[in-house]
């Protein structure tokens, strides 16, 4: 079957990595230097800064990252076009990092001082799926499996740069043109924006050629993407869950994720997989990417994803994403021999239920009449379930967790809920 990977060779891409060069050391900050102290605003300059931060240590990150990636390729054209992605990180990271100190002024004087004067504004999003590039290089240069450099792939090239960078230089791009501003910058992501597409070309081929080639690549990449989707999803929300200073720029966190939802899920095609194929709970295939993007913008917001809420949205839009979540972690082997409800009492939420039946979950608020098993706790407590920061028996023996109806059940939830 020809796919669009077909169309890509390694000698064009490395070709055009020539023609492309551009310098970081020759962008001229003096006009945005200007623009930042005269004509941005208090908000504007808040959420540029933490965009530059987040791009700053992103970009310093792959560059220290892709050598294992260099040594596992199995072809010398491969390993070449990963040593010109390396080339061009490096060169990102310096303009970052020459925009923060000449422009914002953080007061540094190398691009050590600049990475610890911004660390304060990456979010703990960062820190999940960025720690998984330093624990998947180390493991690649442990096992430089075909199958390990495929998971690899897919989080550099498909998760950070088609997920997460391709929509923030997107989006930053769109504010500097709409506000006709910070021209060096605007230079600068335009450079950056063409380097990171052909970058996605190469991991696509890559991607492609591992796949064909190994049968463990597909299930590699499906649990790597698995783990890492749902908190690259919510990269730009801030520690606090801050969003505001995203849409002072002019767009929504909801649009930010959509727009690396169908990046990513573009990407894939491109490589020959679908996501019926990846069978991935956070990558529902009936759901367009706009609809995944701002489900996981909701989950994130009550706490499913990433750091927990001390007060989870109640209201029926969040609770009908927090349960259809659940819904679809139903496993299609559950074991369940009859049809089965379960309901939620929560002591300061409205009640929920799921039932499973003939394959089927379907979930909706309300109490039915005669549950197969109820439970009764604090809305925050089941959220913490779901998101695997508490453990079912243990809030039973704490009493902070409540259940009634056919206690044998409980032992066997486990198999029906995915992780």
């Not at 962008?27 to 623009?35: K, N, P, Y």
């Not at 040593?83 to 923060?100: W, Y």
């Amino acid at each position: 079957m020809t796919i669009a990977a077909d169309r890509i060779s390694y000698e064009d891409l490395y070709g055009r990595w020539e023609v492309s060069a551009w310098s970081a050391a020759r962008l001229d900050f003096t006009e945005d230097a200007r623009q930042w102290r005269e004509e941005l605003t208090g908000d504007e300059r808040r959420a540029v800064y933490r965009l530059i931060a987040l791009f700053l240590w992103g970009e310093d990150a792959v560059a220290d990252g892709l050598s294992p990636y260099i040594d596992a390729a199995p072809r010398e054209e491969q390993k070449y076009i990963l040593a010109a992605q390396q080339s061009d990180e490096a060169r990102h990271a310096v303009m970052f990092a020459r925009f923060s100190r000449e422009v914002i002024g953080d007061g540094a004087t190398d691009v050590a001082g600049t990475l610890e004067s911004v660390r304060a504004d990456l979010t703990w999003s960062y820190d999940v799926v960025f720690g998984r590039l330093r624990e998947i290089g180390a493991e690649l240069r442990a096992d430089p499996s075909p199958a390990k450099l495929a998971s690899a792939v897919a989080l550099y090239h498909f998760v950070i740069e088609a997920g997460l960078a391709q929509p923030g230089q997107h989006f930053l791009h769109g504010f500097l043109e709409r506000r006709d501003v910070l021209p060096g910058l605007r230079e600068g992501i335009e450079r950056i924006m063409l380097d990171e597409h052909r970058h996605i070309g190469g991991g696509v081929k890559l991607l492609a050629d591992l796949n064909r080639e190994d049968p463990e690549s597909l299930p590699a990449v499906g649990e790597l993407l698995r783990d890492v989707l749902p908190p690259a999803t919510a990269l730009l929300m801030g520690r606090d869950k801050d969003i505001t200073y995203v849409e002072s720029l002019g767009f929504s966190m909801e649009e930010m994720a959509g727009y690396g939802a169908r990046a990513i899920e573009n990407a894939l095609v491109a490589a020959g997989i679908t996501l019926e194929q990846l069978a991935i709970p956070t990558l529902p295939p009936d759901l367009t990417p706009e609809e995944r993007g701002a489900r996981a913008v909701e989950l994130t917001r009550v706490g499913v994803i990433g750091p927990p809420s001390d007060d989870p949205p109640r209201d029926g839009q969040h609770m009908a994403a927090v349960f259809d979540a659940l819904r679809r972690s139903v496993r299609p082997d559950h074991g369940l021999k009859r049809p089965t409800t379960l309901l939620w009492r929560f002591e300061d939420a409205d009640p929920w239920h799921l039932t499973i039946a003939d394959g089927d979950a379907a979930a909706a608020a309300g109490a039915p009449e005669r549950p197969t098993l109820t439970f009764r706790c604090r809305y925050a407590d089941w959220i913490d379930v779901m998101a695997g920061r508490r453990d079912l028996v243990r809030l039973l023996a704490a009493r902070r967790l409540r259940a009634k109806g056919d206690l044998r059940l409980l032992v066997r939830l486990g198999r029906v809920f995915a992780p």
